[in-house]
């Protein structure tokens, strides 16, 4: 009976110990892990059926095994995160260290395979056919390129991936960032190569402009640059997502294309530019050293020259201003004589810049981007700059009017495209910006040549009104600054207990409006007293 006992109490222990080795042995569900070796298990079945695959069928079979090695690559960042959330789990990092083991090595393999591939194709024809199957080479072998520049993008995110795993792999990138930096550096030779052709080509043409062979040659050397030109931009994003330096590649791609982004921002680029331009100044001094001496004397002639015209034309404007039939306010004149001399001279030193041999294009194009920035950030100084035009273009005032803009009131001194300088009765000078007072009401005060006077006089209830009104009319007519059109106005207001109020408006020139307004008072107030009107 003993030896049964201990046979049930050693099986119950054994029980235990094995549920307990079955909990410590249970994975927790990985979601990006499984589909990610579900996608690598799919992948194995396509490559094991690959050599039953026919000949004519294989491109297309192995094109579509590429879209799903790309998204196997894309799948293991997510794997990755997944893992990390689980913690540290021995079978777990096995097994997606695994996965990136097989990734890694069967793209890379893919890799070759694609080269190879496109290394086959090329020797097909001819790179300057013309014929219907050298044009479908041509767009197959691009598409080629753009499968390795994917995988490239791929493989550089699966290195991240193994790095962040804690896995060495120093070898593997150093491998990956020399592979990408060859290619690159090939890549930039043949394209500068390719441009000095082109140059030799429109030489050609320009002596020659009937020859068709030339022209068909230009025409094909031009096609191949710009398929270069785009590998290379595919190139760049494979070096910036890696962290390499492009800023040498980038002036390449500005200068080749002629056109500019964002790019042209980056202080290494333009340095770049800078550099290579003022290189090739410094060359074009060596080889041409006697002829420097007259390249500096035309570059001063020319800018003195455009000096000079300048201020003819200046000179010029000005007069046409000045003549009886034309009518521009004084600010409209500034504003025009300052932009025609800055528009003659910066033509003549662009001019002059090009006698030398300098390109001015690059860096126009390049404070053309900046300024678009600049722009943005200022854009209230922008709005002042547009409405200070319009208040020229609609003669809103002009120097010397006295004005009621933007809660400012006074006489205008002076005026920018940015703001308008206003001094007030007792002298205080207030700069308001030209976007405010084009966003509210402009109220000229001095516009026009007559301004009428409103004044209220008052007189006791006992006086004869006929007589009042005729006592004001008579210093009116009698007074040598007041208009006799329009006619002055005078007639009874208001009518109290207390007072009779009189409206009084007499019309006088804008300049005598305000001294007109004080002595006035003054004036009816002493011809009352004369006439005994209280």
């Not at 000045?322 to 300052?338: D, G, P, Y």
Request: negative net charge; hydrophobic residues 45%.
């Amino acid at each position: 009976m003993y030896r049964w006992l201990g046979v049930v109490m050693l099986t119950a222990m054994m029980g235990a110990m094995f549920a307990q080795a079955s909990a410590d042995n249970r994975v927790p569900t990985v979601p990006g892990l499984a589909e990610l070796e579900e996608r690598i298990d799919h992948l194995k079945q396509m490559q094991a059926a690959a050599d039953a695959v026919r000949e004519w069928d294989r491109d297309g079979f192995y094109f579509r095994l590429d879209q799903l090695m790309l998204e196997a690559l894309a799948g293991a960042e997510t794997a990755l995160f997944d893992v990390l959330e689980t913690g540290e789990i021995p079978l777990v990092r096995e097994r997606i260290e695994s996965a990136t083991d097989w990734l890694l090595e069967t793209s890379i393999a893919r890799l070759e395979e694609i080269y190879a591939r496109t290394s086959q194709e090329r020797l097909k024809h001819d790179e300057f056919d013309s014929g219907l199957q050298a044009t479908v080479s041509r767009a197959f072998i691009q598409d080629l390129r753009a499968l390795i520049f994917e995988y490239m993008s791929g493989l550089g995110a699966l290195l991240r991936v193994r790095e962040q795993l804690g896995l060495s792999i120093e070898d593997d990138r150093n491998a990956f960032e020399e592979f990408i930096t060859r290619n690159v550096e090939r890549l930039h030779g043949q394209i500068r190569l390719d441009a000095q052709t082109l140059t030799e080509l429109r030489r050609a043409l320009r002596a020659e402009p009937s020859n068709a062979d030339t022209e068909l040659a230009l025409r094909a050397m031009d096609y191949k640059q710009t398929r270069g030109l785009a590998n290379m931009a595919a190139w760049l994003d494979v070096l910036q997502e890696q962290g390499l330096d492009t800023a040498s590649h980038h002036a390449l791609l500005i200068q080749q294309q002629g056109r500019l982004g964002a790019e042209i921002l980056q202080r290494d680029v333009f340095a770049s530019i800078w550099r290579e331009q003022t290189e090739r100044l410094w060359r074009n001094v060596a080889r041409n050293g006697p002829n420097l001496l007259i390249r500096v004397f035309t570059f001063l002639a020319v800018l003195l020259l455009a000096w000079m015209a300048a201020h003819a034309i200046r000179r010029l404007l000005e007069a046409i201003m000045n003549t009886s039939f034309v009518r521009l306010s004084q600010l409209m004149k500034e504003r025009l004589l300052t932009l025609s001399f800055g528009i003659t001279f910066l033509a003549g030193v662009v001019l002059a810049l090009t006698t030398i041999g300098w390109s001015v294009m690059p860096m126009l194009a390049g404070l053309g981007v900046a300024g678009l920035v600049i722009g943005f950030a200022l854009q209230d100084s922008l709005k002042s700059f547009v409405a200070g035009w319009m208040i020229l273009l609609y003669h809103a005032y002009d120097v010397g009017d006295y004005v009621q803009v933007s809660g400012a009131e006074g006489r205008v001194r002076r005026m920018t495209l940015n703001s308008t300088r206003i001094a007030t009765l007792d002298n205080t000078i207030k700069l308001v910006p030209n976007r405010k007072i084009w966003e509210e009401t402009i109220v000229n005060l001095t516009a026009s040549r007559a301004r009428r006077v409103e004044l209220e006089i008052a007189c006791g209830p006992g006086n004869d009104i006929d007589r009042v009104e005729n006592c004001i009319r008579e210093l009116l007519s009698e007074h040598p600054k007041v208009l006799n059109k329009p006619p002055p106005e005078v007639h009874l207001a208001r009518f109290g207990s207390s007072e009779m109020v009189f409206a009084v408006w007499p019309w006088v020139r804008t300049e005598n409006y305000w001294t007109m307004r004080r002595s006035l008072l003054k004036e009816i107030r002493q011809r009352f007293e004369r006439h005994g009107i209280t």
